[in-house]
């Protein structure tokens, strides 16, 4: 059973910046893509970014297209989600996720695996 560990997040101002990594216990088909959701309090989950670990190819959501950064390191099974000009609407618990390939890459039930989540914080 593959897990994924999630670190990183925090507090930060509005305006500033964080990074999560995602580190996976070993690569399988069903770790070809890694996603990131998030869970604002009281809301629904909702899709933010993916990338496909062979190629690097990138998906994000309009709501954080141009702020919010994808990268990987295959050798550690790792990926990472660079935020930046964070804003208060960025709050959310943010889990990542992974699946094998095929299948709508932003919708959460064609995910296999899940994080423990990791709490972000943005304070204006």
């Known amino acids: 059973q593959v897990q994924l560990e999630e670190s990183g997040g925090g507090s930060v101002q509005s305006g500033g910046s964080l990074e999560l990594s995602c580190t996976a216990s070993?690569?399988?088909?069903?770790?070809?893509?890694v996603g990131w959701f998030r869970q604002p309090l009281g809301k629904e989950r909702e899709f933010v970014a993916a990338?496909?670990?062979?190629?690097?190819?990138?998906y994000y959501a309009d709501s954080v297209k141009g702020r919010f950064i994808l990268s990987k390191d295959n050798a550690k099974n790792t990926v990472y989600l660079q935020m930046n000009e964070l804003k208060p609407d960025d709050t959310a618990v943010y889990y990542c996720?992974?699946?094998?390939?095929?299948?709508?890459?932003?919708?959460?039930?064609?995910?296999?695996?899940w994080g423990q989540g990791a709490q972000v914080t943005v304070s204006s």
């Open positions: 996720a992974s699946k094998s390939g095929g299948g709508d890459y932003s919708s959460e039930e064609n995910y296999t695996h």
């Open positions: 990338i496909v670990r062979i190629g690097g190819t990138t």
């Open positions: 070993h690569r399988t088909q069903t770790t070809l893509i």
